[in-house]
C-alpha cells in the first residue's frame, strides 16, 4: 500500500455534482482569505454572509453557557458553512475559525436573489447541503445521548469512512487524520477516554492503526488489531 499523507481533510464532504454546482455560480461571491486563527465569523453576531472553502481547514464549533468548546465539524476544500443563519437573519448559533491559511469564496445571501432567479439551480444546491447537514447533525445528537463514549466515537468513525475511506485489504482506511483531541471534542469526552476507547476498539478488532490512520476493520479483521 502507498504511504497515505498524515493530514486533516476535515470531517464534512459534500459531493461532487454540488461542488460544480456552487463553484459555477462563484462570480456571485468574492475571494476571501483568513489567516490561521482568524475567524469566518462568531457565534452570536447576525451577518448575511456564508463561505465556500477552497483551501484549508475551518473548525466550526458552539460554545455552551459554561464556556465549553463542543466542536461540531472541521470543514476541509469544498465545504460550505455558515449559510443557515446567513438566510434566516438570527444571531449565529456556532463560530468558524481557520484553523489554517483558508481560502474562499464568500457569498452575501441579500445580494444573491436576481441569482436564485436566473439559475434556481444555485438555490436549490444550497437547500440540499443545508438538509444534509441538518440530518448529520441530528444523527450526531442522537448518538451524544448515549453515555457510551465507545458509541459516540464509533459514530463518528462511520461517518468519517462514508466521506474519507479508501479501500484496503483489511477493510476502509480513513484519510483524513484527526488528534485524539479532535474527536474527544466532536463526541463530548475527554483526551484520555479517545485514547482508552480506541485501544478498546483495537483490542475487540474493530479497528487497527496504520501509519497514524486509523483502519476500520472487515469481518476478516477481527483478531488482527494489534500492530
Request: overall charge positive.
Amino acid at each position: 500500500m502507498s504511504r497515505t499523507s498524515k493530514k486533516t481533510l476535515g470531517t464534512w464532504r459534500i459531493d461532487r455534482e454540488l461542488v460544480e454546482m456552487l463553484t459555477g455560480h462563484a462570480a456571485y461571491g468574492r475571494r476571501r482569505k483568513f489567516k490561521k486563527n482568524t475567524a469566518l465569523y462568531e457565534q452570536g453576531e447576525i451577518s448575511s454572509c456564508f463561505y465556500f472553502v477552497l483551501k484549508g481547514l475551518v473548525q466550526i464549533s458552539i460554545y455552551r453557557v459554561d464556556g465549553a468548546e463542543v466542536v461540531l465539524e472541521l470543514m476541509g476544500p469544498n465545504t460550505i458553512c455558515g449559510e443557515g443563519a446567513a438566510f434566516d437573519g438570527l444571531p449565529r448559533f456556532s463560530s468558524a475559525v481557520a484553523v489554517e491559511d483558508t481560502e474562499t469564496i464568500e457569498f452575501d445571501s441579500t445580494r444573491l436573489g436576481a441569482a436564485f432567479r436566473e439559475h434556481p439551480e444555485f438555490a436549490s444546491s444550497l437547500l440540499r447541503v443545508t438538509s444534509l447537514k441538518q440530518r448529520v447533525l441530528a444523527i450526531r445528537l442522537k448518538h451524544l445521548t448515549s453515555r457510551e463514549p465507545q458509541e459516540r466515537i464509533m459514530e463518528l468513525l462511520t461517518r468519517l469512512e462514508e466521506m474519507f475511506a479508501i479501500e484496503h485489504p483489511r477493510g476502509r482506511l480513513l484519510v483524513t487524520q484527526l488528534t485524539h483531541e479532535q474527536i474527544a471534542a466532536m463526541t463530548g469526552t475527554s483526551r484520555v477516554t479517545v485514547t482508552r476507547t480506541l485501544q478498546r476498539l483495537r483490542e475487540q478488532g474493530h479497528i487497527a492503526i496504520l501509519e497514524g490512520h486509523i483502519l476500520l476493520l472487515g469481518k476478516r479483521g477481527a483478531g488482527q488489531a494489534a500492530e
